[in-house]
């Protein structure tokens, strides 16, 4: 099984407009952790929001938060009021506790969404 | 701070050819750091977690004999491409963890190195 399900290749938004990007999980971890990374042509992976899987409170930086259902295991992120420069991919990633010291900090990647802002 | 720099960034070389991409840390050091591949249009995939003075440990299904990693100091870790085939051709990303641990959960990632070979 997957353990980071991205169910959306790709998804449409209207400048100025709010969208939201899925991400389902699966682990039988009970401390583990789900980032949003954004990818945009150029290659590089910009870190988003974090949210731990003990945290109380949704994450939330600047125009982006994370919706995160704990019961559902989904975690998706809410982009507000888009811009043209948000245009990219949009990765959802979990870390896992896991019994190694180097193995706690692995990242597991979804398949990604292409978000494309119109004008 | 937190910057992560690859080179090169691109890349193209023959085939039977090795190559060698470089991965620092530049304001931190860097105990950990791990080194993704991803084809295009798609994820990126782990293929192995490079630990400074030991052993890198690779994920299954990737050749250790071909992907050689060294993580001599606490801001270099290298992969060394070794007799490069065409289907080696992919983006390749580091990403380097914090030492000190700034913060419980981030890791710090390269701009990538685009591989080709011809």
């Known amino acids: 099984a997957q353990k980071i399900t991205q169910t959306q290749p790709g998804m449409f938004v209207q400048e100025k407009e709010a969208v939201t990007l899925d991400c389902t999980y699966d682990t039988s971890d009970p401390s583990y952790g789900l980032f949003w990374y954004k990818q945009p042509s150029s290659g590089e992976m910009i870190f988003l929001i974090y949210q731990g899987s003990y945290d109380q409170q949704n994450a939330t930086e600047g125009r982006y938060s994370l919706n995160f259902q704990k019961a559902r295991k989904s975690a998706n992120l809410v982009i507000s009021a888009s811009q043209l420069g948000d245009s990219a991919m949009y990765f959802c990633?979990?870390?896992?506790?896991?019994?190694?010291?180097?193995?706690?900090?692995?990242?597991?990647f979804g398949k990604g969404t292409k978000l494309s802002v119109i004008p | 701070g937190a910057v992560v720099s690859q080179h090169p960034s691109w890349v193209i070389c023959k085939s039977g050819t090795s190559v060698k991409i470089e991965c620092r840390s530049l304001?931190?050091?860097?105990?950990?750091m791990f080194w993704y591949r991803q084809f295009p249009k798609q994820s990126l995939m782990l293929m192995a977690t490079?630990?400074?003075?030991?052993?890198?440990?690779?994920e299954q299904g990737v050749e250790k004999d071909k992907f050689l990693i060294n993580h001599a100091s606490l801001t270099l870790s290298t992969l060394t491409v070794t007799s490069a085939h065409p289907e080696d051709s992919s983006f390749y990303i580091c990403?380097?963890?914090?030492?000190?641990?700034?913060?419980?959960?981030?890791?710090?990632f390269g701009p990538g190195t685009r591989l080709t070979v011809t």
């Open positions: 490079s630990n400074e003075g030991s052993k890198a440990t690779y």
């Open positions: 990403s380097a963890r914090d030492a000190i641990a700034r913060s419980s959960y981030e890791q710090y």
């Open positions: 304001d931190f050091q860097a105990t950990t």
């Open positions: 990633a979990m870390r896992e506790r896991g019994y190694s010291g180097a193995g706690s900090y692995q990242l597991t």
